[in-house]
């Protein structure tokens, strides 16, 4: 089968393309640079020039395809001009679902966030619960607007569409910037990393690589047509996260607990130095005063409507620092 997908350059894009590869099916990758792309699997892979907002391309790219992932998207944690999250992560879906109904595809799978769901305030997240406090950055909004634009495409234009919602994804990485949790447990066991997010009682979601690329798969075959489900792994606080982390990495650094003051006064600076250099932040404000709620989230659903099997976080560490 020939599948059409977006973000193939990206840390979870690799993966799926290696996954859809060894079950047989040819892969159309649209990317804004075919050579920042050749390091991707050669046999099974067709790249295609071109980036989101150009619809030819798109149309191109997706041609004689019956599946669609559309999982490209703007994930910076800064943008100078914050209206690139929305051309993006809203016009550029709807142009993938402009194309996909064009073209007669079969279903298409929209990669969202978990993060449009808001944090654990009130209950534990699922897939029914609203969200009640603000969204924390851009990113998060215009996900949540690119969401409503594929559930609008679903009702309205009869498009078969399915969106996941992966957490805070973790694993080996096999191309592309590895994700913001891999990236702590590699400096961690570089001797990099020494400080906890407040008192470390914040709870968050972890979900290992392999988990959201089953993840994808299965809602492509299993998903109900216009169903949302969070791919989400085990619950853990930052206290408990390290403390897993010591253990199978086994080494025992002393980490600091850093108030979120510290964190917000760390974040002001580093944005202040960061674009002096003309360089992108490491960390805003937004992105701190997000870290400073429970995000604890129930992956029942995928779990038991796709058959999704979760990782545990103990194993899925150790078998990323085994790939480190």
């Not at 690799?14 to 050579?35: F, Y």
């Not at 800064?78 to 194309?99: C, F, L, P």
């Not at 009130?122 to 969401?147: H, L, P, Q």
Request: glycine residues 10%.
């Amino acid at each position: 089968m020939n599948i059409f997908l977006t973000g193939g350059t990206g840390y979870i894009g690799a993966h799926l393309i290696k996954e859809l590869i060894s079950n047989g099916h040819k892969v159309h990758a649209l990317v804004r640079n075919i050579e920042k792309a050749a390091p991707l699997p050669k046999d099974g892979l067709v790249l295609f020039k071109g980036d989101l907002s150009d619809k030819e391309s798109i149309k191109v790219a997706m041609k004689g395809c019956d599946q669609v992932y559309h999982m490209g998207g703007n994930a910076s944690i800064w943008e100078k001009e914050s209206s690139r999250y929305y051309t993006i992560n809203v016009d550029g879906t709807r142009n993938i679902m402009d194309a996909a109904l064009e073209l007669n595809v079969k279903r298409v799978v929209f990669t969202s966030t978990a993060g449009v769901l808001g944090p654990s305030y009130g209950g534990i997240v699922t897939e029914m619960k609203c969200r009640n406090v603000d969204y924390f950055n851009e990113y998060e909004s215009s996900k949540a607007m690119a969401e409503s634009l594929v559930k609008s495409y679903v009702t309205e234009k009869n498009l078969d569409a399915v969106i996941v919602s992966p957490t805070r994804v973790f694993g080996p990485v096999l191309f592309g910037e590895p994700a913001s949790v891999t990236l702590l447990i590699s400096k961690y066991a570089k001797g990099k990393w020494r400080i906890i997010p407040g008192d470390g009682s914040k709870i968050g979601n972890y979900v290992f690589v392999d988990d959201v690329v089953k993840g994808h798969i299965l809602a492509m075959e299993n998903g109900v047509k216009g169903g949302t489900y969070i791919l989400g792994g085990e619950n853990h606080s930052y206290n408990e996260f390290f403390k897993i982390l010591r253990e199978e990495s086994g080494l025992d650094y002393r980490l600091i607990n850093t108030s979120i003051g510290v964190q917000l006064l760390f974040a002001h600076l580093n944005k202040f130095f960061a674009i002096l250099r003309n360089k992108k932040p490491a960390l805003t404000t937004k992105w701190v005063r997000r870290g400073n709620y429970h995000w604890e989230v129930s992956p029942n659903k995928a779990v038991e409507k796709l058959h999704l099997k979760i990782t545990p976080l103990r194993e899925g560490i150790k078998r990323t620092l085994n790939s480190l």
